[in-house]
């Protein structure tokens, strides 16, 4: 690529309207050049960014990440350990309907956790009735027999 098509390249939005989705899924596009409703301002917003821009502003928030800890450790390479935890600048956005039904499911999977666990630690209910073997819960890694009664929410009133 010569000097001159490279600036130009840089020069150019990172997102345009002739981006071709292809046969792939896209979380901003429904078709080349039509955002889905709940990216549209995200979409506009993009468009008026340069490559370099983008660059940028991927440094900057490399640099944040590595300055507040941010990292992860590869072990068994000699370059260095330390890595930035990778994440994308643009953001994921999801819909109302989408993040609704999401938060349904994850509350109700956080109650059964809650209530699981309350009955392993007090009850017993699920082993005593042989829903669970009880070897699989009392012989678990994490599984804390010093905590059996021990109740949580009155240690800590915001669980």
């Not at 666990?117 to 005593?128: F, G, K, M, P, T």
Request: net charge negative.
């Amino acid at each position: 690529m010569t000097v001159e098509a490279l600036t130009q390249a840089i020069d150019q939005p990172i997102v345009t309207a002739d981006y071709d989705v292809g046969t792939f899924f896209d979380e901003m596009f429904e078709a080349p050049g039509m955002p889905r409703p709940h990216y549209k301002v995200l979409f506009d917003h993009l468009s008026t960014l340069t490559a370099d821009t983008y660059n940028e502003r991927r440094r900057a928030a490399d640099i944040s990440f590595l300055y507040q800890g941010i990292t992860f450790t590869v072990y068994g390479q000699q370059e260095g350990i330390e890595r930035i935890f990778p994440f994308d600048l643009i953001p994921r956005i999801i819909s109302h309907a989408e993040w609704d039904h999401l938060s349904r499911g994850l509350t109700q999977r956080v109650t059964t956790l809650n209530l699981f666990l309350h009955d392993v630690y007090h009850q017993q209910r699920i082993v005593r009735d042989k829903r669970i073997p009880a070897a699989l819960v009392f012989g678990a890694k994490h599984f804390r027999r010093e905590m059996i009664d021990v109740d949580a929410a009155r240690i800590f009133p915001t669980c």
